[in-house]
């Protein structure tokens, strides 16, 4: 769900920003179409990681998004779930050219 | 490799970000209160042992720096475990950030002390109030990461320490309800504001 890259983005947005931020100003930061936001949107808000409401600005209809409380929840579990993923694999790389250089060692 | 270290400090940077627009709840407002009832603690033992404080300016020095140090330790420990419960993923993030915010107050506060003590003894009796107005610009920092309504301590600690400092020196200034009532005051608002002023989101 999150780590779809469209999707990843939106919420990095909307976490940075936890009062919400206007359809408008969300399509470009994320450099969406609008076609493609609202499917993304849908997509969130439907899990309930996001939710919509639309009222006005200056007199304009604006559609407003925000990430709710479940969403901020699911998404620091991503992050951790990615931390650890590129921890452990610095951790092989290290251990890989460690290992090589050992051998290399070994033979000379 | 240089990816990785990269998408790390990302992740870091993420974390920050989400951090610095994140309500604070590492207080525990029973933390907050147990160090008011401290100070007016302090205030009594300082009472009760040390009748004319200006004679012993280090016996007076050496109460106030020990119910300082022992309420940063309790407060210490128990924000960084509330953090850690509180604010899954991102405690880390949340003590450091709170940790920005209300270090500097406290070491400033220590070295003013050492300063005033070591060259300028004669203006000693300015530490109560300055030590309280130097607290009010740690929570006024802090304010942001906080409810609402702990603007008002910080203005609190601003108003003692004015005060302390307008009624001047003499013997009411190292009374010991000069340090007693503002700190046992405001750290009781603290622990009460912190107790029904939490919002339901963090955010």
Not at chain 1, 57 to 64: C, G
Not at chain 1, 68 to 75: D, I
Not at chain 1, 92 to 101: H, L, V
């Amino acid at each position: 769900m999150i780590h779809e890259r469209a999707r990843l983005g939106l919420l990095t947005s909307l976490v940075a920003h936890p009062k919400g931020l206007p359809f408008g100003t969300l399509k470009q930061l994320c450099r969406l179409t609008d076609g493609n936001l609202s499917r993304h949107l849908k997509v969130l808000e439907t899990a309930r990681l996001v939710e919509i409401s639309k009222g006005y600005a200056l007199n304009r209809p604006q559609t407003f998004c925000r990430i709710t409380v479940q969403g901020r929840k699911r998404y620091l579990e991503y992050l951790a779930i990615l931390e650890q993923v590129v921890v452990d694999a610095a951790a092989a790389i290290k251990a890989e050219s460690g290992g090589n250089a050992a051998s290399a060692l070994a033979q000379t | 490799m240089e990816n990785l270290h990269r998408a790390l400090a990302e992740i870091d940077a993420i974390r920050g970000q989400m951090a610095r627009t994140t309500e604070f709840r590492g207080y525990g407002p029973a933390t907050l209160a147990a160090t008011g009832v401290l100070a007016v603690l302090a205030a009594v033992v300082q009472a009760h042992w040390l009748k004319i404080p200006s004679r012993d300016i280090g016996t007076y020095l050496a109460i106030w720096i020990a119910t300082a140090a022992l309420s940063v330790m309790i407060i210490g420990i128990g924000t960084i475990r509330r953090t850690r419960r509180v604010h899954f993923g991102l405690a880390k993030a949340m003590i450091y950030s709170a940790g920005e915010q209300f270090l500097p107050p406290i070491v400033a506060g220590l070295l003013l002390t050492i300063v005033l003590v070591r060259y300028a003894p004669q203006s000693l009796w300015m530490l109560p109030g300055l030590w309280q107005v130097i607290f009010s610009l740690g929570v006024f920092s802090s304010c942001q990461f906080l409810p609402r309504p702990m603007f008002a301590v910080g203005v609190w600690y601003l108003v003692a320490g004015l005060t302390c400092l307008a009624l001047g020196g003499g013997e009411r200034a190292f009374s010991p309800w000069a340090m007693g009532v503002p700190f046992g005051v405001g750290q009781l608002l603290v622990a009460a504001f912190l107790r029904y002023g939490e919002t339901d989101d963090p955010t």
